[in-house]
T-cell receptor
Framework: AQSVTQPDIHITVSEGASLELRCNYS??????LFWYVQSPGQGLQLLLK??????LVQGIKGFEAEFKRSQSSFNLRKPSVHWSDAAEYFC????????????FGTGTRLTIIP | GAGVSQSPSNKVTEKGKDVELRCDPI?????LYWYRQSLGQGLEFLIY????????KSGLPSDRFSAERTGGSVSTLTIQRTQQEDSAVYLC???????????????FGPGTRLTVL
């Protein structure tokens, strides 16, 4: 069975600073990987996803993530954070092709300080 | 167009009562999912419907939980004899799987916050 680990429960960064959120997965085959963001009181919004091809994936809101098979990682990055990026971020893995349920990490809460 | 909608947005109930949570998926989406988001537990998969196929119920935590999807659209998640540990946010998602293709994006609703007293 697949699993996802987000080792950082809470991260605080200054506005304008760079950001990297860590995600490690466990899955026996090529995974389908996702990053979702959840703002307070809101549902989950997809930031980006990786299925195959280029290992550097661009998403919405200036986010990107890099798939590294050798490290079983799919870290999320942003070069300069904005106060509106404060939210909870979830990494997820899906098996696809008939096993579409997503397995989520426990999330990383991002706080932005002025 | 309209996204996934869920009702009610908040539900407070007493231990032992039954509750029904409703999900309206995006029009035309054939796949529908229920997840539960609990404090300290993250997001857990509960059940998955795809078209007319038998649902994948592998995530339901007990036989007190059931779900149905009528007419391939609206879904209702029912929790019988609620317990305090059922308190959580219940999220619904829908997608439009591409035949033979990779996993399609799941679009999530805002959730129903259930509190069992």
């Amino acid at each position: 069975a697949q699993s996802v680990t987000q080792p950082d429960i809470h991260i605080t960064v200054s506005e304008g600073a760079s950001l990297e959120l860590r995600c490690n997965y466990s899955y026996g085959a090529t995974p389908y990987l996702f990053w979702y963001v959840q703002s307070p009181g809101q549902g989950l919004q997809l930031l980006l996803k990786y299925f195959s091809g280029d290992t550097l994936v661009q998403g919405i809101k200036g986010f990107e993530a890099e798939f590294k098979r050798s490290q079983s990682s799919f870290n999320l990055r942003k070069p300069s954070v904005h106060w509106s990026d404060a939210a909870e971020y979830f990494c997820a893995v899906g098996a696809g092709f008939g096993n579409e349920k997503l397995t989520f990490g426990t999330g990383t809460r991002l706080t932005i300080i002025p | 167009g309209a996204g996934v909608s869920q009702s009610p947005s908040n539900k407070v109930t007493e231990k032992g009562k039954d509750v029904e949570l409703r999900c309206d998926p995006i029009s035309g989406h054939t796949a529908l999912y229920w997840y539960r988001q609990s404090l300290g537990q993250g997001l857990e998969f509960l059940i998955y419907f795809q078209g007319n196929s038998a649902p994948d119920k592998s995530g339901l935590p007990s036989d007190r939980f059931s779900a149905e999807r009528t007419g391939g659209s609206v879904s209702t998640l029912t929790i019988q004899r609620t317990q305090q540990e059922d308190s959580a946010v219940y999220l619904c998602a829908s997608s439009s799987p591409t035949s033979g293709g990779p996993q399609d994006t799941q679009y999530f609703g805002p959730g129903t916050r259930l509190t069992v007293l």
